[in-house]
């Protein structure tokens, strides 16, 4: 039996919103592990989730076909659990990306048993998950009275376009128009408070304002064509 390793599907780097395939191998027959994921954001803020396994009779333990026991941050068969239960180590605070053109860098700790204190190391590996995409344009705008980002997608077009309203605390958060960029889409990141010069909180809102955005992308001046236009407010 060699020393344990851990085998990511991209490695080295992938997606935000991309499926990343975990394995470990090197393991004892049956042996059980703890798994833990770590990040840390932008503003130094600490997230975590774990979840324990068993090896199967080989010593290979792999996510997408091995159910997680009970204990941990998330049960049963997820192979990406480990991602969407990452929580943080203080209380309220929310897992946001500020700057697309960084990637968040994972790290994943292999520890042995299942006990309530960290177990033994037994194998690390590290990971980029990634928000801009290759080919991605990333357009910061100031047209009028529009405080924004347009996101591009390699090639001449046309795309579908779409207006994304981030409705959590104001400002621009670009993250959730970037990966639908990534998937084709031209999308527009638009503040509407809080951000710049337009007004500091939710207290009213001028219809006229999102009326512009609408009129921008359907009449850019680019080679390129919005064949559709939706609106995407999240809370």
């Not at 600490?46 to 996510?63: Q, S």
């Not at 990406?80 to 700790?109: C, E, N, T, Y």
């Not at 527009?188 to 010069?197: P, R």
């Amino acid at each position: 039996m060699g020393a344990p390793r851990v085998r990511l599907v991209p490695g080295g780097r992938s997606l935000w919103d991309e499926p990343l395939g975990l394995a470990v191998e090197g393991l004892g027959p049956r042996q059980e592990v703890t798994l833990r994921a770590a990040l840390q954001d932008e503003a130094g803020e600490d997230f975590e989730a774990c979840g324990r396994y068993r090896a199967d009779e080989r010593g290979e333990l792999e996510l997408s076909r091995a159910p997680a026991l009970p204990g941990g941050s998330f049960s049963g068969l997820e192979p990406m659990g480990l991602l969407w239960a990452l929580r943080p180590r203080r209380p309220f605070r929310r897992l946001l990306k500020r700057d697309v053109r960084s990637p968040f860098r994972l790290r994943l700790d292999v520890l042995e048993g299942h006990g309530p204190l960290p177990g033994r190391l037994l194998a690390r590996a590290e990971h980029e998950r990634c928000f801009l995409g290759p080919g991605v344009a990333r357009l910061p705008l100031r047209h009028g009275r529009l405080r924004a980002t347009l996101f591009l997608p390699p090639g001449s077009g046309p795309f579908p376009g779409i207006i994304e309203i981030y409705g959590f605390g104001g400002g621009l958060l670009e993250h959730r128009a970037c990966l639908l960029a990534n998937h084709g889409f031209a999308a527009l990141a638009l503040a509407y408070y809080g951000y710049e010069d337009l007004q500091k909180d939710a207290k009213e809102f001028h219809l006229e304002y999102f009326e512009e955005a609408v009129n921008y992308m359907l009449q850019h001046p680019q080679n390129y064509w919005i064949t559709a236009t939706s609106v995407s407010i999240a809370g």
